[in-house]
């Protein structure tokens, strides 16, 4: 079965950076795209990072030139890299395997991990 374990959030001071960990099991996990997710508090769960199965990454204009993904598929873990941490970043993040169609990416899996809280505070 499909599991996702995200790590790697915590408390950070706006400016800051974080590195977002998501472990993946029960897929192989070097055939999927993959994706970064985040939903704060009264928002919708919002794509913010993709990336195919070649390296190539898209970013949402929110993170876009602040965030990195990758992955690294001999540990089955995706990552990203989120510097100058503002404080709208507040949010919790999740990874899922993603599919592409239409020219979008789409949600692959329907269960998610639990996710992994950042917060942002001086």
């Known amino acids: 079965q499909v599991q996702l374990v995200e790590s790697g959030g915590g408390l950070v001071q706006p400016g800051g950076s974080l590195r977002l960990s998501c472990a993946a099991s029960?897929?192989?996990?070097?055939?999927?795209?993959m994706g970064w997710y985040r939903q704060s508090p009264g928002k919708e769960r919002e794509l913010v990072a993709a990336l195919d199965t070649v390296d190539r990454a898209e970013y949402a204009d929110p993170v876009k030139g602040r965030g990195t993904i990758s992955r690294d598929n001999a540990k089955n873990t995706l990552y990203l890299q989120m510097n100058r941490i503002k404080p709208e970043d507040a949010a919790a993040y999740y990874c899922?395997?993603?599919?592409?169609?239409?020219?979008?990416?789409?949600?692959?899996?329907?269960?998610w991990g639990r996710g992994t809280e950042v917060t942002v505070s001086p």
């Open positions: 899922n395997a993603l599919y592409r169609s239409g020219n979008r990416w789409h949600l692959l899996f329907s269960s």
């Open positions: 029960g897929f192989i996990f070097s055939n999927a795209d």
